[in-house]
């Protein structure tokens, strides 16, 4: 394939496809480096594809120039540590720009595709449910039940980061049974589901930021209609 013919089928919905995969690899991928190397292999080169596209999108805004510059200085800074080496400097360079693009093409593609993204979005909820239930069951099945910590399955292979992750998927089913009436107490249940293995994991900075995010996505849907009044 050409890389005009690349580009038209990013373009068209292949980044979508291919940025899905990754976000489905935090519960389908068997070991965090498949997934890393997904994004580095195929993820990462296709953003660099849409180089053009990237830059009219973000050329006119002003947070993610202050994104660059913030990342510009951390980089910067690098050169007056007291252990400089080119081998660390030259890590971290990579891990922003990695960063930086995943940012990038996470706004590009809710602006030009948000039906999509919106659907893809719930698609990963059902998926993170299913996971979250199929570890509770599978963990607990051999290991003490509730004293030990709940390890799920997926790429992260720790409570904390876990934890961590699926809850931000949980405050994602808040929003769309919120948002979608017609499956509400399926998000519901989705949400109950992945609060408990938030809850198994037993970590406390996780359990904190989904109780603060789910009380600020409440009172926001209760002061909303008031501002607007």
């Known amino acids: 394939m050409e890389i005009r ?8 919905r292949g980044m979508l496809y291919i940025y899905g995969l990754f976000m489905a690899g935090f519960f ?6 498949t997934q890393r190397r ?30 660059l510059a913030y990342t510009g200085w951390m980089i910067l800074s690098l050169g007056w540590t007291a252990d400089f080496s080119l081998g660390a400097a030259g890590l971290q360079m990579w891990i922003n720009a990695n960063l930086l693009s995943f940012v990038a093409v996470t706004g590009f593609l809710w602006v030009h595709h948000p039906e999509q993204v919106r659907r893809y979005g719930a698609w990963l909820c059902w998926l ?7 570890s509770i069951f599978n963990w607990y099945r051999d290991n003490p039940f509730p004293a030990s910590r709940l390890v799920p399955t997926g790429v992260m292979h720790h409570p904390n980061k876990s934890g961590a992750a699926y809850g931000v998927f949980l405050l994602f089913c808040v929003q769309l049974a919120f948002s979608d009436p017609r499956r509400r107490y399926l998000f519901l249940l989705a949400t109950a589901i992945l609060g408990l293995l938030v809850l198994f994991t037993q970590s406390r900075t996780a359990l904190a930021a989904v109780c603060v995010g789910v009380i600020v996505m409440l009172g926001w849907r209760a002061l909303l209609p008031a501002v607007l009044g």
């Open 28 to 33: 389908v991928f068997p070991m965090q480096v």
């Open 38 to 67: 997904w994004y580095y292999i195929v993820v990462f080169p296709a953003v660099l594809l849409l180089w053009r596209e990237m830059y009219g999108f973000y050329r006119e805004n002003t947070l993610f120039k202050l994104l």
């Open 5 to 12: 013919q690349i580009r038209g089928f990013l373009l068209d």
């Open 128 to 134: 993170a449910a299913a996971a979250a239930l199929f």
